[in-house]
């Protein structure tokens, strides 16, 4: 059992993994926080909330001045009755209020966990793997009933929340505010660090000490955005990457989304986290219900590499799903940067044939292959296969490049329409639009709108009928604008501010209806590169397109942000030509790959320009890639170096049971008369010997880990150097 109830003390105690979270039920009913961090074995409730009475924090109850919500620690806060801070939850009454009071109601603890009905959501296989409490609160007033989910996995630090939103009165309710959770920690001694860029620069590390008021990141965009990814972490004073107490937090969802901590007038700090409020409304008319998404709560003792292993074994094993969780992905090359819209059959084949001679496994068609697309302005939503490129369609060439022993993946982009389609011109009515207003396009697009059930139909039919014409392997699903002119012409007005998350819905809906029709096709997201990489969509693809961004020392942040939170095996990484297509940088083939293979490998050039001496090295890179693969997309993920702290990089792998190793060292500028270097490797076994691959030394694993392997002098800008090592038996 990780939950148990101390019916005395009317105390919930949260067993996760190595880690202990605590509620209490006060004599009010409102629902305490009382402690999370380390695992305890029992803790008492009054040793540690401490009532005082303070000036200014109002008294619910008159005869007791020590009470005050202001002051309490809660769990699932309400505004309005004496607490100043940001709340949990917000509902309007139907004569205009917003004033609601949850008070407990009861409560039950179950093993397992239970699906989040329209949502992805993080799982178990069996029912020991967790416990799941739910907490009964109620607003008797107005019949509000509100059901806060807790799972506890045993394995793992980690504990998932959301919460179910019931009217059971008799009157109208809007729900204003439904966040996924909160929590109150007694000080403000943290850093809050978060992941924010822009398209190309996605993920970006940004870390600062928390200060009085809210510091928050949201996405207001539709979808979780290039600009901040629904993820942040508190650490300690004195946590970093291997020690010290770290508090991350991560939503299941991929739309907007709000994450702030408060730090109020006596230091303490509250972190709350869901949709984002903003243009947000949902109405809930009697016997209606609203569930949010999930939030992933973890704690680590062990810094930010605690927690980031929690969050890639949860996401790798219990978030992903379907054929290839556990499967080795395979290499691909990607013909967009090699030809982008101008191509033929039969330079797709030639472009296949040289992947294949390579040893590379799959070919995937980008976009261009459908409607008149020879740009981006047209065609989006015909999903008919273009004659003049493709003369004997799509089974045609998929056999073409099957018989060249790959398989066949093909781009898609299924979210959007083309004002020049014969979609729009059919239904002028089913993007997102607000009636009599423009409406604006992004990349000559707008946003089919998902929120209706026929868009949502068409759209399953649709690419079901493609993918079930041609042997089609992996999809590789693509969204390229955000929203604008969120509005829906099916909702009735009252719920026009239901319009992101209801898209919110139906994406997951379609994707849920695709993915589960075609098991054996392997999908990988992408929104102009990572401007959707979170744990919403992982649960339906399980890989996704960083970033459109391919030159290699840009890469090396943005892979390194994105491994705070997400698995190797959710990261697609490329080799691109050079003078790179984005940041027009020339790195040698060399670091190209050595960067691309610390994720899910492939190519994204023509390569049938390559040189023999490109040819040879590519070949070699597909091999090694295939032999370290297993641990590179499933083994343990270490940071060695920081790429935002200065010219070099580092990080490494481990195989589970840590007989194999992969070192990757990279260096951006060279610096005259450089200090030798030298590099600590992590998470081997001390007592085992390591032999390098390449030279045969042996090694200690103590002697790796502590003293550490001598790098080489750099030569020059942009190097990179791999180590494999593996277990003397
Ligand atoms: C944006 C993606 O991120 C690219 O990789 C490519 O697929 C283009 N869209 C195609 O339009």
């Known amino acids: 059992m990780t939950i148990r109830y101390e019916a005395e003390q009317k105390l919930f105690h949260l067993q996760a ?30 040793h540690r909330l401490r009532p ?5 924090s109002p008294n619910p109850d008159p005869s007791d001045e020590s009470f005050s919500l202001d002051t309490t620690p809660l769990e699932y806060p309400a505004y309005g009755n004496s607490d100043f801070r940001q709340p949990a939850y917000q509902v309007q009454l139907s004569n205009g209020s917003t004033l609601t009071d949850l008070r407990y109601v009861s409560h039950s603890i179950r093993p397992g966990k239970p699906k989040l009905e329209g949502l992805p959501a993080t799982y178990v296989e069996s029912d020991e793997e967790a416990d799941t409490l739910e907490i009964r609160m109620e607003d008797k007033l107005s019949g509000l009933q509100v059901t806060l989910s807790y799972t506890a996995y045993a394995r793992w630090n980690a504990v998932t929340r959301s919460a179910r939103f019931v009217n059971a009165g008799e009157q109208k309710l809007r729900l204003l505010r439904a966040l996924s959770m909160s929590v109150d920690l007694e000080h403000d001694q943290f850093e809050l660090l978060h992941l924010s860029g822009a398209w190309a620069r996605e993920r970006y590390i940004e870390r600062g000490p928390l ?16 600009q901040h990814n629904p993820f942040v972490a508190l650490l300690a004073s004195g946590a970093d990457e291997d020690h010290g107490e770290v508090y991350g937090f991560s939503l299941v969802y991929s739309g907007n989304f709000t994450a702030s901590a408060e730090v109020d007038q006596f230091h303490t700090t509250r972190l709350s986290m869901g949709i984002n409020p903003f243009d947000f409304t949902w109405v809930l008319d009697p016997g209606e219900a609203f569930q949010t998404p999930e939030a992933v709560m973890v704690y680590s003792s062990t810094g930010l590499t605690g927690m980031s292993h929690t969050y890639h074994e949860l996401y790798r094993t219990r978030l992903c799903r379907g054929t290839f969780r556990d499967r080795s992905r395979p290499v691909l090359i990607n013909n967009w940067e090699a030809t982008y819209f101008n191509f033929t059959a039969d330079k797709i084949e030639e472009i296949a044939a040289a992947g ?12 261009g292959w459908f409607g008149k697309r020879d740009d981006d302005s047209t065609s989006l939503g015909d999903w008919t296969v273009d004659r003049r490129k493709l003369p004997h369609g799509l089974e045609d060439l998929a056999e073409r490049v099957t018989r060249r022993g790959m398989q066949f993946g093909l781009w898609f982009e299924p979210e959007m329409i083309s004002p020049d389609s014969d979609l729009y011109r059919e239904h002028p009515d089913w993007c997102l639009h607000v009636p009599d207003r423009p409406r604006t396009v992004a990349r000559h697009q707008l946003v089919l709108d998902l929120s209706r059930q026929e868009v949502c139909d068409y759209l399953v039919e649709t690419v079901s009928r493609v993918l079930a014409s041609a042997p089609i392997a992996y999809v590789k699903w693509d969204m390229n604008r955000h929203m604008t002119e969120v509005g829906s012409a099916r909702l009735e007005p009252r719920r026009q501010r239901e319009t992101a998350h209801r898209y919110m819905l139906g994406l997951y809906d379609v994707m849920e209806r695709i993915t589960a029709s ?36 840009s890469r090396l942040k943005i892979q390194y942000g994105t491994s705070l939170v997400y698995p190797v095996s959710a990261m697609g990484a490329h080799v691109s030509a050079v003078p790179n297509h984005q940041l027009h940088r020339t790195t040698s083939l060399q670091m190209r790959g050595d960067v691309a293979m610390s994720g899910n490998f492939g190519y994204e050039l023509d390569l049938t320009t390559f040189s023999t001496e490109e040819r040879e090295l590519a070949k ?11 641990f590179v997309q499933y083994g343990r993920f270490y940071r060695l170096i920081s790429p935002f702290e200065g010219q070099d990089t580092a990080w490494m792998f481990v195989s589970p049971d840590q007989s194999e190793v992969l070192a990757c060292s990279f260096r951006v500028l060279a610096e005259p008369n450089a200090p030798l270097q030298r590099l600590r490797l992590k998470g081997l076994n001390p007592s085992l010997d390591y032999r390098e691959v390449d030279t045969g030394e042996v090694y200690g694993g103590d002697e790796l880990m502590h003293a550490g392997i001598s790098l080489p002098r750099a030569k020059g800008d942009f190097q990179s150097c791999l180590f494999s ?5």
């Open 725 to 729: 090592f593996r277990a003397v038996v």
């Open 518 to 553: 075609f098991p054996n096709v392997l999908f990988e997201s992408c929104s102009g590169g990572g401007g959707r990489f979170d744990p919403g969509i992982l649960h339906y693809m399980p890989q996704t397109w960083t970033s459109d961004n391919t030159d290699a020392v």
């Open 356 to 367: 294949a001679e390579l040893g590379i496994e799959l070919f995937v068609l980008d976009d």
């Open 620 to 630: 070699r890179q597909v091999a090694d890639y295939k032999e370290l693969r297993e």
């Open 52 to 56: 005082v009475s303070r000036a200014f």
């Open 17 to 46: 993994g190595e880690s202990s979270y605590v509620m209490h039920i006060l004599p009010s009913g409102h629902l305490a926080h009382v402690y999370w961090g380390s695992r305890l074995r029992h803790v008492k409730a009054e």
């Open 211 to 226: 200060r009085s008021g809210t510091q928050s990141v949201e996405s207001r965009r539709g979808a979780s955005s290039h």
